[in-house]
Structures are given as structure tokens and as C-alpha cells.
């Protein structure tokens, strides 16, 4: 099936029981079994079904089957947030004493993560120089046990050579793993270029109406765990923690899914509601219709901002000399997200005018809402950086991100254009106080 097809079907079958047609909320804890045998054949893993739902829900297995097969991956994982998303990618694959290279164009919080809390547990991060891939290469050696990008950076906005990450992920035995969430699937598989492993925030254009949490990691199925036992040797080797699972063996290709689920979900917790999957799923529906209008909203948007002397620069990879343009035509079909950063005249106290007198646009920290959004990340998503680790992941003090909406076109640039009078003209309420 094609993506469109997969975002309304994809992963379910109408219930056997009632003949529901939309996906129903199992809103239960646990299942139960038919006898003691049964219960033990659940808990070998030797019979499929459902235990407790930390370990596993029928509504947000619907989730995972959908997500999975829009990305076209083998099996996913949800969970509550992005965040715990990319937190158990990781820990499914680095131990104590070992490494992960990252770009350093990283979300804020990922960030975060990565410098802090992962080190604080005995993962050290490499963050490279720049998203370029030999800048990535030269960091690996024989403790790196994932290469970490986001297919586009939020709110850098900068394109990964994805083919390129996976070549050298090949040529080192090491998975890549990459952040979809302001690609998504529609304009974008990345497991088609060599990934390994997707993560998402749900939260974002997926769901895409601002109203639910939710992360997925999906798994390619692809990487060869068996074969590089010696740098991952928990997917090959008796499990302690699941009475000596060896997850290769059980689960064949689903090994690393399987696991994450396992140990991860099953021992700390970072579990979805069905009532988050099913209104996910609400959202996921209408996922390619809601992008594509997105992306031409972003373009219109993008060329007004260009064209007015009130802005001093745009970053939009939609552009010719945008240094991603050519991967944005190699990935994107010339096209760009509708995630674009942009600063205008008068620097960090006109930004704050701006930004304070937008009247349709949200003032916040979200981005993928059916609504039109604005952030200073300065102030907010990248509050926790430094000067220059702010600089490195592509914000500046004025930068003002946009994450634009499905509205009207002529609503929404005839909110910019008040504002960027406004602007112009008064002081914000906000400095008036100081
Ligand atoms: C929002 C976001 C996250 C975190 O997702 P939550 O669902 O808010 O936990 C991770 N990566 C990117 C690129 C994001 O935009």
C-alpha cells in the first residue's frame, strides 16, 4: 500500500469481536489467561498475546503496526514521548564504557540528553564538527555503537546526507539512527537510504493537532546483530533479566524491538496510553494530506519573508543557495520542510517585537500542530546552552523559528506582515515592563 493508504488502514483489521471499525480504546491493564499453562506460555514468549499493558496494549499495537508500515520498517515500539523514544533507541544499544557520534544540529532536549544525562550513566556522546559525514566517520572506533542524526534538524534545519550516514554505519558494523519527527515518513523514509533505526515524536506532524504525546521507535529490521556479536553481544547472547532470552534466536529479525520492549518498556515504564494511541491514530490519517499542505504553505511563507527588506535572513532549504539545497532535491524533490527559522532587522529586541505582537501565529514551544506556531529558542528550547553550543546547533539570539500551519496562506502571511510592522513601530509589552 501506498503511504496515504497505510496512514488510514495501516495495522488494522476490523475487531473480530464487535466489528468496530475504528480502532477501539483498550483501556485495560491486563488480560487475562485461559489456565496457569497459558499465563506461562505469555510469559515465555512461546504463545502471542497480551499480559499487562506496560508490556504490550492492542490500541497502541495499531499504533506500531501503522507507524512501522509508514516507514516501511519491520516492527516499532510506542511509548509516551519522543523523548523516552530515542532514550531506550539508545540504551538498547550502549552500555556503560561505551560511545555514540551525533550530529550536533540536535533537537534541544535531545541535546540535553546527550551532553548530560547519557555521560552521567557512562555513555559518552561524540558530537561531531558539522553533519558532514567524514566529520562523523572520523569520530567512530570500536565502542561506537550508533551514529545519531535527525533527518532534519529542529529548528537548524539542515538536511543529513542519510545514504551517506548509513554507508559509513555499514562500513563500521554500527546502526544509524535517525530522528524523523520534522521530516516524517510522507516526505521521507530514511530506513530506504540505509537507516537502521527511526525515532519519532509523535507528538508533532503525526499526531498533528497539538493535543497528545507519544515517540516511536521503529526498527529496519536490517541490521545484522548476529554478525557483529562482538560489539552488541545482548541481542546474541542469554539475557539474565529474561530468564537467558537470546533475543537473535526468538525473535529472528525483530530482535532489537523485541528487546527494547522487553527490558526498557517492561522494567521502566515509559509507557503510551491507549487513549494517546487512539487519538495518535486519529491524527496519523491525515498525516499526507495535512504535510503536503504544510510544506506549500512553508514555500509561500518562506518567499514572502525573502522578499521584505523588514527581514534581514531566512533559513529555508527550499531555496537555491541554500548550502542544503541539493540535499533537500536529492531527499525532498526540491521541496523543504515547513519548519523555518528566520531573523529580521533589528536583531534580538525586533525579534522580541515581532514575536510578541504575532496575533494568529501561537507563541510557544511545539511545532507539527494543524496551527501555525512561533518559537525563540534562545529564550526557551535552547535555554540550557551556552552562547556557542547555541550557535553549533544553528540558533543565533534572534532567531525566531516558524512552524507553519494549515490555515489560510493569505491568513497567515498577513499575521507576519502586522507583526513585522508592528515591529517596526512599538515597543514590546514585554521590554515596556523591564
Ligand atoms: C519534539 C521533539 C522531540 C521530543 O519529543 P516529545 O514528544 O516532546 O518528547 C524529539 N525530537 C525532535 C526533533 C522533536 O522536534
Known amino acids: 500500500m501506498k503511504r496515504e493508504t497505510i496512514a488510514v488502514h495501516g495495522g488494522y483489521e476490523t475487531d473480530p469481536t464487535t466489528k468496530s471499525v475504528a480502532v477501539p480504546i483498550y483501556q485495560t491493564v491486563a488480560y487475562e489467561f485461559d489456565s496457569a499453562d497459558h499465563g506461562a506460555a505469555l510469559f515465555n514468549l512461546e504463545a502471542s498475546g497480551y499480559r499487562y499493558s506496560r508490556i504490550s496494549n492492542p490500541t497502541t499495537q495499531v499504533l506500531e503496526r501503522r507507524v512501522a508500515a509508514l516507514e516501511g520498517g519491520l516492527d516499532a515500539l510506542c511509548v509516551a514521548s519522543g523523548q523516552a523514544a530515542l532514550n531506550y533507541a539508545i540504551l538498547n544499544l550502549a552500555e556503560m564504557g561505551s560511545n555514540i557520534v551525533s550530529v550536533p544540529q540536535l533537537y534541544g532536549t535531545t541535546y540535553t540528553l546527550f551532553a548530560h544525562i547519557l555521560p552521567s550513566q557512562g555513555i559518552t556522546v561524540r558530537f561531531a564538527e558539522s553533519d558532514q559525514p567524514d566529520a562523523m566517520e572520523k569520530l567512530i572506533d570500536g565502542k561506537t555503537r550508533a551514529i545519531y542524526c535527525e533527518s532534519v534538524g529542529n529548528p537548524a534545519g539542515n538536511i543529513c546526507d542519510i545514504e551517506a550516514l548509513a554507508a559509513i554505519g555499514q562500513r563500521h558494523g554500527v546502526p544509524l ?40 521507535i521503529v526498527d529496519s529490521g536490517r541490521f545484522p546483530w548476529k554478525a557483529h556479536a562482538d560489539r552488541f553481544p545482548m541481542f546474541s547472547t542469554p539475557d539474565a533479566s529474561y530468564h537467558g532470552m537470546v533475543y537473535t534466536d526468538h525473535f529472528g529479525d525483530a530482535a532489537y524491538i523485541a528487546r527494547c520492549r522487553s527490558v526498557y518498556q ?26 503536503e499542505r504544510h510544506v506549500d504553505n512553508a514555500r509561500r511563507v518562506a518567499d514572502f519573508l525573502r522578499a521584505d527588506p523588514r527581514v534581514a535572513w531566512v533559513n529555508y532549504a527550499g531555496f537555491a543557495d541554500n548550502p542544503y539545497n541539493a540535499l533537500a532535491h536529492k531527499y525532498f524533490g526540491g521541496r523543504a520542510c515547513s519548519l523555518m527559522t528566520f531573523g529580521i532587522v533589528g536583531g534580538l529586541e525586533g525579534g522580541k517585537r ?28 535552547h535555554r540550557q546552552m551556552s552562547a556557542q553550543e547555541q550557535a553549533k546547533a544553528g540558533v543565533l539570539p534572534e532567531t525566531i523559528r516558524l512552524s507553519i500551519g494549515i490555515e489560510h496562506i493569505d491568513d497567515i502571511i498577513a499575521d507576519l506582515d502586522q507583526a513585522l510592522a508592528a515591529a517596526q513601530t512599538r515597543r514590546s509589552p514585554l521590554l515596556a515592563a523591564e
Do not use: W
Open 354 to 381: 515581532f514575536y510578541d505582537a504575532l496575533k494568529l501565529f501561537k507563541r510557544l514551544v511545539n511545532l507539527g500542530d494543524s496551527k501555525s506556531l512561533a518559537c525563540h529558542p534562545a529564550s526557551t528550547t
Open 177 to 216: 539512527v535517525v530522528d524523523n519527527t520534522v521530516a516524517t515518513p510522507v516526505m521521507l523514509r530514511p530506513i530506504e537510504y540505509g537507516a537502521d533505526i527511526i525515532v519519532h515524536s509523535l507528538t508533532k506532524f503525526m499526531g498533528g493537532h497539538g493535543t497528545t504525546l507519544g515517540g516511536a
Open 266 to 291: 517492561r522494567t521502566t515504564g515509559a509507557v503510551i496510553s491507549p487513549l494517546s494511541s487512539f487519538l495518535l491514530l486519529q491524527g496519523i490519517e491525515s498525516v499526507a494530506l495535512r504535510v
